[in-house]
């Protein structure tokens, strides 16, 4: 029986204090799941009703979900093993000490301030990210980027020779048969996100502005998604569904396992770390800017995903980040005794 109900009631709480509008969210503990919907779609222009299949932005879930997958895939096949150089894919960046592992575990230390970077074309976008400066962070910190994936992104392009999106969507989401995860979503099964100067309000259409710029050739964000689609895919990295992934069972265990140096933040291929409080086993762990986050514990066939709108109608959310946590540091001590 699946118990996590302080847990659950951090999530609900985000509802009463109005911290968010409405939550998607769902535990996973071996073969059970349960999933629950509460709140609302959206508060502005109009008060309108959420339900459970109702698809979100994921923002940033899409560089694990999508985009790190078809490089598990490649490194699978042995076509690579992300010690190659960036440079080797993309001349135009010129240092040659970033390898696929430095984007992969946002150790890369690249980083630069883009002049006018979200009025800037697609092509003129792509050439300021490709030459931007590798920092003296470069390998001694851990710092989380968009950069890393559309860099990423662009090497996926050169590889298949098409649109990283259509990339994503031929190597990962076809395969899974699942409808409800795409990046051409229908507006009017989405759930509102953010609401924007000119009085806008985004449904359907990608909140992150670079995403927005460079469409297909986004390999940071685009994809959305309804929880039971989520509940679906979190099985294929529990280990309950072999077939959902196209991994093998030792890529996905070697995923939930640190590739960090030692004193640098722990991050695996594309995933974010947690840790069990009591015998340190790793969990994988991600979020998204727009209210999306998802940890998953393969040793003991658990999870949690929580879908929000936390950007409707405002951006200016910082609470929400703080109660993020809590949440999953409560998960962390209730999925202690779930083994």
Same mark, same amino acid.
């Given at each position: 029986m699946i118990e996590y109900f302080? !847990?659950?009631?951090?999530?609900? *709480?985000?509802?009463? #204090?109005?911290?968010?509008?409405?939550? %998607?969210?769902?535990?996973? &503990?071996?073969? =059970?799941?349960?999933?629950?919907?509460?709140?609302?779609? +959206?508060?502005?222009? #109009?008060?309108?009703?959420?339900?459970?299949?109702?698809?979100? #932005?994921?923002?940033? @879930? !899409?560089?694990?979900?999508?985009? !790190?997958?078809?490089?598990?895939? @490649? &490194? =699978?096949?042995?076509?690579? %093993?992300?010690?190659?150089?960036?440079? *080797?894919?993309?001349p135009e960046f010129k240092d040659d000490r970033i390898r696929l592992f430095h984007l992969l575990t946002h150790t890369s230390g690249i980083r630069g301030w883009i002049e006018n970077r979200d009025q800037l074309p697609a092509k003129e976008l792509l050439l300021a990210i490709q030459h931007l400066p590798v920092t003296d962070e470069f390998e001694t910190k851990m710092r989380y980027a968009d950069t890393n994936f559309i860099l990423l992104g662009l090497v996926l392009e050169k590889l298949f020779n098409q649109s990283v999106q259509d990339v994503i969507i031929d190597q990962v989401l076809k395969p899974t048969h699942l409808n409800e995860i795409t990046f051409s979503p229908d507006p009017d099964k989405c759930v509102p996100t953010a609401?924007?100067?000119?009085? =806008?309000? @985004?449904?359907?259409?990608?909140?992150?502005p670079k995403a927005r710029i460079l469409g297909k050739d986004c390999g940071s964000a685009g994809m959305f998604? +309804?929880?039971?689609?989520?509940? *679906?895919?979190?099985?294929?990295?529990?280990?309950?569904? +072999?077939?959902?992934?196209g991994l093998n069972e030792e890529t996905i265990a070697d995923l939930f396992d640190v590739k960090t140096p030692k004193n640098v933040h722990p991050r695996s291929w594309g995933w974010d770390l947690r840790f069990d409080p009591v015998d340190r086993h790793p969990l994988i762990y991600h979020t998204g800017f727009t209210g999306t986050f998802m940890i998953l514990d393969r040793l003991n066939q658990s999870g949690l995903i929580v879908l929000t709108n936390r950007i409707h109608p405002s951006g200016h959310n910082h609470i929400f980040l703080a109660m993020r946590e809590h949440i999953i540091n409560t998960f962390l001590q209730e999925n202690v005794y779930k083994s």
């Open positions: 302080k !847990t659950q009631h951090l999530i609900e *709480e985000m509802i009463s #204090d109005r911290i968010v509008p409405g939550i %998607n969210y769902a535990f996973i &503990k071996n073969e =059970q799941v349960f999933s629950s919907t509460v709140g609302f779609a +959206s508060l502005l222009p #109009d008060l309108t009703q959420l339900n459970p299949f109702a698809l979100y #932005d994921l923002a940033s @879930l !899409t560089k694990v979900l999508g985009t !790190t997958n078809v490089f598990l895939k @490649l &490194k =699978q096949k042995g076509q690579l %093993n992300f010690s190659e150089p960036l440079s *080797e894919f993309l609401l924007m100067p000119d009085g =806008q309000v @985004l449904q359907g259409v990608v909140h992150d998604a +309804s929880l039971p689609a989520l509940i *679906e895919m979190a099985k294929g990295y529990l280990g309950l569904n +072999s077939n959902i992934l």
